[in-house]
């Protein structure tokens, strides 16, 4: 058979691409208050390490080092997010602090990290969770915008309405 006809019927016998990973969430910027929020709720000093997982545009490990001095490591599937991102850092005069890696979140060695933020979809905040408990160290925080991570009992849950009057939820664990 013809390879395009086999492709087309789906019995090509080469090997396919590795499929893209399936997205833990669909892109949507955090607004910048609420992501001076999310930063103030974790603490973050410049002595914090803050992974964002799902990183986007990069302006939470961004704001996190201008703001606060802090290293950053943003981390996306999408690498025109993560281009994107790394312009970003050179215009803000922070790219020596910040790093961004085009990787699946679900494969991220967050064992460096004393700060995780999430803006992602509840199931994927789920699937995070072992990754998260098992890695992180004592004392580390876990920040989620909207949406919790299963059954697991924050330490602080925060709700306001952000600048635009929307109403926004964040949670705060800490790693015991």
Known sequence: MRPLVAVLLGLATAAAPAAQPAALAPYSPTPTDVVDRMLRLAGVESKDVVFDLGC???????????MHG????????????IA???????????????TFRVQDAMTVDVSEATVVTLYLLAASNVKLRPILTRALRPGARIVSHNYPIGDW??????????????RRTLFLWKVK
């Open 153 to 166: 009992e924050p330490d602080v849950v925060d709700t306001f309405a952000d600048t635009a009057g929307t």
């Open 70 to 81: 802090a290293r950053g490591v943003g981390i996306d599937i999408d690498p025109s997010l």
């Open 84 to 98: 994107q991102a790394e312009a970003n850092a050179q215009k803000a005069g922070v790219a020596a602090l910040v």
């Open 56 to 66: 986007g545009d990069g302006r939470i490990v961004i704001e996190a080092a201008r």
